[in-house]
């Protein structure tokens, strides 16, 4: 059951460079885009958080907020589930271009994925 090469008229992608794929080029743009909203993600933590009060700063009673800021809580559960959805994605087309063994798997969307769904759990059990 073997085809004779002379017989098919396909394209032969398996020589075409990786810069010209186009499953490639969107994997690549919606993984840098995961990766800016986690950094969003963390800009918005920063913030959202409850401030360090220190050991000097008591002494001298200055005042900061003790719980989480419930409006940037919101946008930050928000951002990070986007990251969750953004990297199942990447790891769906990931795992449909990658096929042979030579194939590079990466690990970039599995890192994003699991640093955000683990950020998920600890803010889920922070707020419960």
């Given at each position: 059951m073997e085809r004779n090469k002379a017989d098919?008229?396909?394209?032969?992608?398996?020589?075409?460079?990786?810069?010209?794929?186009?499953?490639?080029?969107?994997?690549?743009?919606?993984?840098?885009?995961?990766?800016?909203?986690?950094?969003a993600a963390l800009i918005v933590f920063h913030y959202a958080r409850p401030e360090f009060i220190?050991?000097?700063q008591d002494f001298w009673g200055v005042t900061g907020r003790q719980q989480w800021s419930a409006s940037l809580s919101t946008y930050l559960v928000g951002l990070?589930?986007?990251?969750?959805?953004?990297?199942?994605?990447?790891?769906?087309?990931?795992?449909?271009?990658t096929r042979r063994k030579n194939d590079h798997f990466g690990l970039?969307?599995?890192v994003l994925l699991l640093v955000a769904s683990l950020s998920l759990a600890i803010l889920y059990f922070e707020f419960n």
């Open positions: 098919w008229q396909g394209k032969n992608r398996r020589k075409t460079p990786i810069e010209n794929d186009t499953l490639y080029r969107t994997m690549v743009g919606v993984n840098i885009f995961g990766w800016a909203i986690f950094i220190s050991g000097v990070l589930c986007c990251c969750v959805a953004l990297s199942v994605s990447v790891l769906v087309m990931k795992r449909k271009r970039n969307g599995l």
